[in-house]
């Protein structure tokens, strides 16, 4: 933390203006040698994030897992996986991160759980109509001698969402739902059991000083009851059968309750692919959640009539239910938007390796556009996100060696599609070759293999170089934190130029962003704070952004 703080980490309204890390907890830091990275690892790491300038962290899963996505298929929510380490050092790290200025939260995963969660062993013993069964989605299948799936839902992960079980006596048995992968079985949200368990792994974590959790998959636990097909034509808002239908609101109305229950209010943010920002907006009552990602942001391509449009939607949806924006550029599920910018901004939203990676990139150009987004992003009103391996500026591996995938996505898809392992290798943070110190002891693998041209991205590296992405990062993350017009609260557009933004906001300060076809003159009677690339004779250059201290 800086001298230049001049906000209160203790605030029950951090959430608003928070900048939070995004610790993809298996590619931060390999504390034990093996490979993957740990709690261990993330523990002697936490002085760089307090320097970086954040002022959270959440971490994806670390609780007990066959590991079959990665930890997003929960066997014990409320017990840490080996692999990453103990209660007792998740519990160390927690008061280490606080003892720093920096919040914490955990991922929850409620749609689904591991297929080796003993309630799902024990509904597969039960057999048809037993009580273990009514915890998740079995039904019977359709065609004369049930082979075929109960409706036509499909896996987000490719194929159909069914598959079919055997029973204890060996024959051919009822089918289970699964939006994800087999090992993911959905949970029935309508089960008392299933409510009652997810509101005891909320305090089990909150009172272990846990600050909040980022919701996975938040607008999928609710299925219509009659589990019909999902239409071809397409479903009005609210109306799919098993996406963000309207009672998932409830579940969340008896989640801000407990939150709030705390002395110190802790904190939702949902991971909610919605169709528009005013469904959006719905999640972000004052009775539920607290934020949610914008996903419509991190998608939108960099041209600057999209980009406005989409900021004008969000800041107005979350302005009618209170909420503050939250804004994010990638994460754990998307290609990095160094290389999604180093394509040709058609206008078509680029968002996974498999939408870019036949395209030609530029990476030099997906570079200086990303440094630029990250000064818009961090100029907008509300809250955002920065996820691990961004402030180093990496790019997307995408040339992962086909036996090195893990991603469930790629055996699902009949090995079409390439899945989001290229955004998860592990980081690099000092040294010329692999692995870059990201484990200290061992035989220095990694559980995804790290290109062999990464030695000028490490933190290393770049550390003290004023051209640097690191650099650029500690620097606007510092200048954000000593502005008093930055954070949450309101902005105004400015009249700009074809292909250029122009915001200020209040007091004193103004973002100006230029993705025109040429340079364009920086506004008379303005001081520089700080700019993404470098300026000369008072002209801004194409793909660059700039802060302002204003006089007005």
Request: glycine share 8%; charged share 25%.
């Amino acid at each position: 933390m800086t001298t230049t703080d001049i906000r209160d980490v203790t605030a029950p309204d951090w959430w608003r203006h928070a900048v939070i890390y995004q610790v993809y907890l298996r590619s931060f830091a390999d504390g034990n040698g093996d490979g993957v990275g740990d709690i261990a690892g993330l523990r002697s790491r936490l002085p760089y994030l307090a320097v970086l300038g954040v002022d959270a962290v959440w971490i994806n899963p670390w609780y007990r897992s066959p590991m079959a996505d990665a930890g997003y298929d929960v066997a014990d929510p409320r017990d840490i996986d080996p692999v990453f380490g103990t209660l007792a050092e998740a519990d160390a790290m927690i008061a280490e991160a606080h003892a720093l200025g920096l919040r914490v939260l955990l991922d929850i995963v409620p749609n689904h759980s591991s297929d080796r969660r003993p309630w799902f062993q024990a509904a597969l013993a039960a057999g048809p109509g037993s009580p273990e069964r009514e915890r998740y989605w079995f039904r019977p299948g359709r065609g004369a001698n049930g082979e075929l799936p109960p409706n036509n839902w499909r896996s987000e992960f490719g194929g159909p969402a069914w598959t079919r079980v055997t029973d204890p006596d060996g024959t051919p048995g009822e089918w289970y739902l699964h939006l994800f992968a087999p090992q993911q079985p959905d949970l029935n949200w309508n089960h008392p059991e299933v409510r009652a368990d997810f509101e005891a792994t909320l305090r089990f974590w909150f009172d272990r000083g846990v600050d909040g959790f980022r919701i996975d998959v938040a607008p999928g636990m609710i299925k219509h009851d009659n589990l019909p097909d999902v239409l071809a034509a397409g479903h009005g808002p609210g109306e799919h059968p098993h996406w963000d239908r309207d009672a998932v609101h409830q579940i969340y109305r008896g989640w801000r309750k407990i939150a709030d229950s705390y002395f110190t209010p802790r904190v939702f943010v949902a991971e909610a692919w919605v169709d528009t920002p005013d469904r959006l907006a719905l999640y972000l009552r004052p009775d539920e959640l607290h934020t949610a990602f914008n996903f419509h942001y991190l998608v939108t391509p960099w041209r600057a009539e999209e980009l406005r449009a989409t900021i004008t939607e969000t800041v107005d949806a979350h302005a009618s239910v209170g909420a503050p924006p939250s804004w994010v550029l990638s994460n754990h599920d998307v290609a990095r938007h160094v290389s999604r910018y180093a394509r040709h901004q058609s206008g078509k939203p680029l968002r996974l390796l498999d939408d870019v990676v036949e395209l030609p990139a530029d990476l030099a150009t997906g570079t200086r556009r990303a440094r630029a987004a990250v000064l818009l992003m961090l100029a907008l009103p509300g809250c955002a996100y920065v996820y691990l391996g961004e402030e180093l500026g990496l790019p997307e591996v995408e040339d992962l060696p086909d036996d090195a995938f893990q991603d469930p996505t790629w055996e699902r898809s009949g090995r079409t599609s390439r899945g989001r392992d290229g955004c998860r290798v592990p980081i690099p943070w000092a040294g010329a070759e692999p692995p870059y110190g990201f484990n200290k002891i061992g035989n220095g693998r990694t559980w995804l293999p790290q290109p062999g041209n990464w030695a000028p991205y490490t933190a290393e590296a770049q550390k003290g170089d004023p051209t640097s992405t690191l650099e650029l990062y500690r620097n606007a993350l510092r200048v954000r934190r000593a502005t008093a017009a930055l954070g949450d609260g309101d902005m105004r557009w400015e009249d700009a130029p074809d292909g250029v933004l122009s915001f200020s906001r209040e007091p004193g300060f103004q973002c100006l962003v230029n993705i025109s076809d040429g340079p364009i003159a920086i506004p008379a009677g303005t001081e520089t704070l700080l700019a993404s690339d470098g300026i000369t004779g008072g002209a801004l250059p194409v793909d660059t952004a700039v802060w302002l201290r204003t006089t007005r």
